[in-house]
């Protein structure tokens, strides 16, 4: 029931539930009711000017009741509700400051009749607010099932849409630690493939530990949990999957007391002018409109916000000078919303849980995080798993594991799950595209012949699912037997050869630009519409366009690794073809004729060099990534490498054309090996010293997809020198260390390192840096590292992937200075049990820095320190932490 002082006419409106009525009485009832005391003559106006920082910060949200109540009252004017109205664009709070002025200046009457009717305007709101919110929860929880719903892009099984969900996912696997440490420098995510499942078994001093998405939820949900939640992965290692399944999970939760506001840096890009974090909620959850407010402020405690795909933001995050904001109505550009959320500033209590691949996990500073995730992937288990669900049969599933299972490269991809997605699309029932579609089997090329039908590299992967798609998704599902498809497939790939080169073609553009969400109007650019090809590859989305009332249609590729093929695929093509991939893409309109001037001029010089210009095309593909060090476009350059290879592009054949210009290939020996000029160019980038150590590791991989035969040769000989086998030294000089590193990427069962005597100094060691935390042992031994050396070793030990148990430097003249930095490092480390280091002339301030590592150290448990030129002084040093020490 609510009260209300009526000015002037002595009346009171009681509101009962929904029902109102207004009775008049005399002014001696107003006493009975304990009106009398407001009504006396007191400084109102003063008690609302000392309590105007109250007023505005708790009494906004109530502001439209208010005016309400105070018109019919007769307290405030028409004009002086359209005065306060017209404040809206600074918001509700600056509504209301406008508001208490007019009070002030409507008299003492006013503003008494204001305090007057205040508790009972709160209290009448409270009471319709918790009814409307459990609606608009309700709703909202809706809403985001539908967004978030289960998703089977290509409908590879099949499957009955009233499948039971749990039915048709498989688990992945997380590991979990409070905070995270800064990652080490030189960590490219390519080399983290997998390495959460290497040296698991002993535990002893992790400092994370795994876990299941259940963990992650429930976690989530615990009401003790607030603050930035941080989740890492490598692309299509399920951040977005995990997102869409919590929101689903907990919209189907009708107990939770958490409320989960979803949002992705995607859409955020797309946010060009200020607002403020309220109008970007609003934007997005227009039917939460009436309670975000009451929502936001009332108890910040109950609200999750998640924010995916930091790594796609397009702005920089400045975290030191970002003005402070704690009004969420306050108006300003969209990365200082996102950084004062991170820091607590806007919305203090509320719990963020933030997605971002591995290399922008740093731009957030580690101590605003509380919990760190890292999404480790699909375990060996898993994989399996995934493809006996996923596949048409038992008998498929054993027959797409198998191939596999037997390749390293593919089996260390497979742990990522988007990849075991497109492995499931490609080997289509178990049974390789690869099938060869025009010729039989005995007049194909001596090399040919000697092949499995089954993809061994990632391009070969990627072209078995794009013509999967086109035969068997986009075609639809018919009688026709597998084989009569296939036989099909080159005059299937002819005809959708436009869409295929157009949707490449966007695909490219968009990657230079670094942009993954497009409009209908990128699509008309290209020559594109919502076809059934355009679809196999583009997920549509909706978004709501609330001046039009409409809704905005946008389009992604279904994964960013599909984008990259049909670049590179468009890139080959038009390359093949002797066209410039970069000339259709011009859109300045300003230098055409200046550009066509230039073409026609040297048009007849180009058709005497056709082959210097493949080469160049080529080589500028290949230094595409070289600008990012996230592994962006990565991908890109070993697509194009693969698909030069004859063999490989045989399987889409149809798409290419029939006769290309063979001029351009004509430095190699024979049409169906790989140009000679590209292993060259690759091998010559290994070798260069300017390269840095992931961009070379990114060089190796273009060697394993343009299919050199010289890497199976090299493995061999590198896997003789770690097994100590040959005592050869004549060709020291030449070993190139991170090729090492990545063929060692695939040898993952290899635990122990011996790089003994040879002549590894500390620039080849920080090439090996991003496997080097992955083996047990890690024996350096003889070689001339010294202090620089035992800077790599330390970023090794402190990275948290670090599985080092055996630590041997014997004789590696890290002297006095070197052992410092290795301490430092070995004071954070909790996994190294044995230390080696004779021979190093530590003398006795090393035996120093040793003695003050072992008083707080509680790992190591065996150390050796002979010849280190330790006299009695650094003896005394040494017994003194002896005594202290509990382990050793």
Known sequence: MGIYYLSNKFAISVLVRNHRYTHYIKAKDLKDLGVCSVMADGPCSSEIQRRRVELVENCSKHLTRLLDVLFNVGAITEEDVSLVEGSAHGGERECMRALLDVLNGRGEESCRAFLYVLPYVQEETGFLGKLGQAEHIKKHKEILARQNCLVDYLTIRGQDGDEEECGCLTDITFSRQAGYAMPFQYRHEAAGVGDGFRSRGDEVGRQDQTCVFRDVYDNLLSSSVSGLNMLSGVAGSGKTTVVRRLVREWAAEPNSTKIFFSLSFRELNLITQEQSLEEVLSDHYSHLKPILRGLLTSNPAQVLLILDGLDEFCHPLNFENTPKCSDPERV?????????????????????????????????????????????????????????????????????????????????????????????????????????????????????????????TVTEIYCCFVKSILLFHVQGRTVASHLTRLQHAPHVLCETQPVLKSLGAMAFTSLLERRFIFNSSDLSSFNLDSTKLSQAFLVETFKEDRASLTFEKGFHFVHTSVQEFLAALYYVFQSLSGSDPFAGLKTSTGHYLTLACKQMASAASKLSRPQHLFRRRIKK???????????????????????????????????????PRTQLLRCQPSLDRTPVFLLHLLQTQLRSTTLTPERQVNTCHCLYEAQDP?????????????????????????????????????SPDLQVLNLDAQGLNADGLCRLLPVLPLFSTVSVGQNPLGPEGAAVLSLALRSPDCCIQNLWVV??????EGLKILVEALKENHTVIDLRMAI????????????????????????????????????????AALNENTTL
């Open 332 to 456: 300003q550009p969209i990365q200082a919303i996102v950084v004062n959320l991170i820091k607590g500033n806007l919305l203090p209590g509320v719990s963020i849980f933030l997605t971002s691949r591995p290399h922008a996990v740093s731009k957030v500073p580690p101590v605003l995080v509380s919990q760190f995730y890292s999404l480790l992937g699909f375990s060996v288990a898993q994989q399996k798993q995934y493809f006996e669900q996923n596949c048409s049969s038992p008998e498929a599933a054993a027959a797409v594991w198998a191939s596999v299972s037997s390749h390293k490269p593919l089996l260390l991809m497979c742990h990522i799950p988007a990849f075991c997605w497109i492995v499931s699309t490609a080997l289509h029932d178990g049974i390789s595209c690869l099938y060869n579609d025009t010729v039989t089997p005995d007049v194909r090329s001596p090399n040919s012949s000697q092949r499995i039908s089954k993809p061994v």
């Open 621 to 659: 593909a290949l230094h595409c990534g070289e600008r990012h060090q996230s592994g962006h476009m990565d991908l890109f350059s070993r697509f194009v490498c693969g698909l030069l290879v004859p063999t490989t592009r045989s399987i889409l054949n149809g798409f290419f054309p029939d006769e």
């Open 710 to 746: 010289g890497l199976s040769r090299r493995l061999q000989g590198w896997m003789k020198v770690l097994s100590q086998q040959t005592s050869d030294q004549s060709d020291v000089v030449n070993k190139d260390w991170s090729e090492l590193a990545f063929l060692l990427q695939l």
């Open 811 to 816: 004789k590696t003249a890290l002297g006095c």
């Open 840 to 879: 190093n002339n530590i003398g006795d301030v090393g035996a120093g820095h040793l003695a003050e590592l072992l008083r707080t150290n509680q790992t190591l448990r065996d150390i050796r320190l002979r010849d280190n030129l330790v006299t009695d002084k650094g003896a005394e040093h040494l017994m």
